[in-house]
T-cell receptor, first 108, second 114 residues
Framework: SQQGEEDPQALSIQEGENATMNCSYKTSINNLQWYRQNSGRGLVHLILIRSNEREKHSGRLRVTLDTSKKSSSLLITASRAADTASYFCAVAGNQFYFGTGTSLTVIP | GAGVSQTPSNKVTEKGKYVELRCDPISGHTALYWYRQSLGQGPEFLIYFQGTGAADDSGLPNDRFFAVRPEGSVSTLKIQRTERGDSAVYLC????????????FGPGTRLTVL
């Protein structure tokens, strides 16, 4: 399987706290993307960071990319109960594959 | 259309039967993807179309799985002689141009093989 690896597998935090999830991969990339999936639904694209970028922001989301370590992190600041979902990284290069996901629970 | 649609939303079949799953991508999107997702796992790539042709079918698990996109829009994933291990959510996605673009996902078809 070509899946990337994410950690933690599951994360539970209080509303208002920050959530950080990490993704590691093995291949060379053109870009790395993060997606969100609510239970029983399809995936929704959150943010894309290109291989020549190191950090990107979108609203309460902050993504970093370290191509030397083949890793990325997604930070959600000031979390809300509505952020409860599974989050997946997706590695785009010669192939396109998803990570194993982090299940985030934000407790009101 | 407004988004990617998939039909049926749920499919229950018996072991050994043939099933077809349909995907309607966003109008104008040339790239279309099929994934399979088991509970608690990330989506597993099956096949990628660019236009009418399968640009990468390396994820199809065996020759019981086949997909077509004859006119470059709607796609059908076909599974022959279904097995219980085929039970999963089958996701379809489309993107505007190429494989490393943002992908737009449908809600999925939940396949249960009894």
């Amino acid at each position: 399987s070509q899946q990337g690896e994410e950690d933690p597998q599951a994360l539970s935090i209080q509303e208002g706290e920050n959530a950080t999830m990490n993704c590691s991969y093995k291949t060379s990339i053109n870009n790395l993307q993060w997606y969100r999936q609510n239970s029983g639904r399809g995936l929704v694209h959150l943010i894309l960071i290109r291989s020549n970028e190191r950090e990107k922001h979108s609203g309460r989301l902050r993504v970093t990319l370290d191509t030397s370590k083949k890793s990325s992190s997604l930070l959600i600041t000031a979390s809300r109960a509505a952020d409860t979902a599974s989050y997946f990284c997706a590695v785009a290069g010669n192939q396109f594959y998803f990570g194993t996901g982090t299940s985030l629970t934000v407790i009101p | 259309g407004a988004g990617v649609s998939q039909t049926p939303s749920n499919k229950v079949t018996e072991k050994g039967k043939y099933v077809e799953l349909r995907c309607d991508p966003i109008s104008g999107h040339t790239a279309l993807y099929w994934y399979r997702q088991s509970l608690g796992q990330g989506p597993e790539f099956l096949i990628y179309f660019q236009g009418t042709g399968a640009a990468d079918d390396s994820g199809l698990p065996n020759d019981r799985f086949f997909a077509v996109r004859p006119e470059g829009s709607v796609s059908t994933l076909k599974i022959q002689r279904t097995e219980r291990g085929d039970s999963a959510v089958y996701l379809c996605a489309s993107s505007l141009i190429k494989r490393d673009s943002e992908q737009f996902f449908g809600p999925g078809t939940r396949l249960t093989v009894l």
